[in-house]
């Protein structure tokens, strides 16, 4: 094995978990793929003579590279991503290990829509220390603070994500129950049962792109969700639902005439849906990689 090939080697023993690392920073599947490339060519560039660590030392430059893009967006004044609905993840077996470094200790699409408001760095801090464990005084210089500066910045993102993301319930036998619940109410448009299954503050979102004048559409509370019975009834009955893991937790993919329609997740807690998040976007929709339903 020459050196390119121990390297590359080397890499991919890294590249599921530094995809996790991309996807929670960015939200984006091609823009995590692109930001583990950048790191692949920074580490061809570097060699790994001087790297103690490689996991911690590609995990903090992915870091930095997803900083960077997070940066450029707001400097380009480009929409922001809580505009839009976060890429999915969407499974029924997972056996791709990529796939499965994906949606382990899952980021539901509900939690990465408040991650999207949160400043870069602040956003940095809470994925690499919360979510993956990396120590502050590797964060630091990444967002160039002190450790005890990247601590508080951590902080303040964990408080506002505490605030705003419910938990999940992790049995996933009560969140299909809740999910089935809500399309047979749909089916049936039965007020009543759909009213039962929804939480006081449900929040519904919507992502329709191009096609959804003003972009994402937000609905909150039972009163505003459930008042979309009709609408929920339309879609019930005049798609084909199966159920999928959308981000870990019980989804659907909705289909009419054999064609992908909308991926929605929905997020249960205490055996209540408490989010809805409705992927609707025909172009968004095409790039997504769908399991195969005849496998």
């Given at each position: 094995m020459n050196e390119r090939d121990f390297l590359t080697e080397r890499f991919e023993e890294h590249r599921a978990h530094l995809r996790a690392v991309a996807y929670r920073m960015l939200g984006?599947?091609?823009?995590?793929?692109?930001?583990?490339q950048e790191a692949w060519l920074r580490l061809?560039?570097?060699?790994?003579?001087?790297?103690?660590?490689?996991?911690?030392?590609?995990?903090?430059?992915?870091?930095?590279?997803?900083?960077?893009m997070l940066r450029s967006r707001t400097q380009r004044r480009e929409d922001p991503l809580e505009s839009r609905l976060p890429d999915p993840v969407v499974s029924e077996q997972v056996t791709d290990p990529e796939h499965q470094a994906l949606i382990t200790d899952?980021?539901?699409?509900?939690?990465?829509?408040?991650?999207?408001?949160?400043?870069p760095p602040?956003?940095?801090?809470?994925?690499?220390?919360?979510?993956?464990?990396?120590?502050?005084?590797?964060?630091?210089p990444v967002v160039d603070r002190t450790p005890a500066a990247a601590r508080k910045l951590a902080s303040r993102a964990r408080q506002?994500?505490?605030?705003?993301?419910?938990?999940?319930?992790?049995?996933?036998?009560?969140?299909?129950?809740?999910?089935?619940?809500?399309?047979?109410?749909?089916?049936?448009?039965?007020?009543?049962?759909?009213?039962?299954?929804?939480?006081p503050e449900v929040v519904l979102r919507a992502d329709g792109g191009k096609a959804l004048p003003g972009g994402m559409r937000v609905l909150r509370g039972i009163?505003?969700?459930?008042?979309?019975?009709?609408?929920?009834?339309?879609?019930?009955?005049?798609s084909t639902s199966r159920p999928a893991l959308v981000?870990?937790?019980?989804?659907?993919?909705?289909?009419?005439?054999?064609?992908?329609?909308?991926?929605?997740?929905?997020t249960v807690s205490?055996?209540?849906?408490?989010?809805?998040?409705?992927?609707?976007?025909?172009?968004?929709?095409?790039?997504?990689?769908?399991?195969?339903?005849?496998?």
């Amino acid at each position: 094995m020459n050196e390119r090939d121990f390297l590359t080697e080397r890499f991919e023993e890294h590249r599921a978990h530094l995809r996790a690392v991309a996807y929670r920073m960015l939200g984006s599947l091609a823009e995590a793929d692109d930001a583990v490339q950048e790191a692949w060519l920074r580490l061809a560039r570097t060699g790994t003579g001087d790297i103690g660590n490689l996991g911690g030392w590609l995990t903090t430059v992915v870091g930095r590279i997803c900083l960077d893009m997070l940066r450029s967006r707001t400097q380009r004044r480009e929409d922001p991503l809580e505009s839009r609905l976060p890429d999915p993840v969407v499974s029924e077996q997972v056996t791709d290990p990529e796939h499965q470094a994906l949606i382990t200790d899952s980021v539901g699409l509900a939690l990465l829509v408040v991650l999207e408001s949160l400043n870069p760095p602040e956003r940095l801090a809470f994925v690499l220390h919360d979510m993956f464990g990396l120590p502050f005084e590797e964060i630091a210089p990444v967002v160039d603070r002190t450790p005890a500066a990247a601590r508080k910045l951590a902080s303040r993102a964990r408080q506002r994500v505490r605030g705003a993301a419910p938990e999940p319930d992790p049995d996933p036998v009560a969140q299909r129950r809740a999910v089935d619940a809500f399309l047979t109410a749909a089916r049936d448009g039965d007020f009543d049962a759909l009213v039962a299954v929804l939480h006081p503050e449900v929040v519904l979102r919507a992502d329709g792109g191009k096609a959804l004048p003003g972009g994402m559409r937000v609905l909150r509370g039972i009163e505003s969700v459930a008042g979309q019975a009709a609408t929920f009834q339309r879609m019930a009955t005049t798609s084909t639902s199966r159920p999928a893991l959308v981000n870990g937790t019980a989804g659907l993919i909705n289909t009419v005439d054999g064609e992908l329609f909308s991926v929605i997740s929905f997020t249960v807690s205490g055996e209540k849906i408490v989010a809805i998040d409705i992927l609707s976007d025909p172009e968004r929709l095409l790039a997504l990689p769908l399991p195969d339903p005849t496998l």
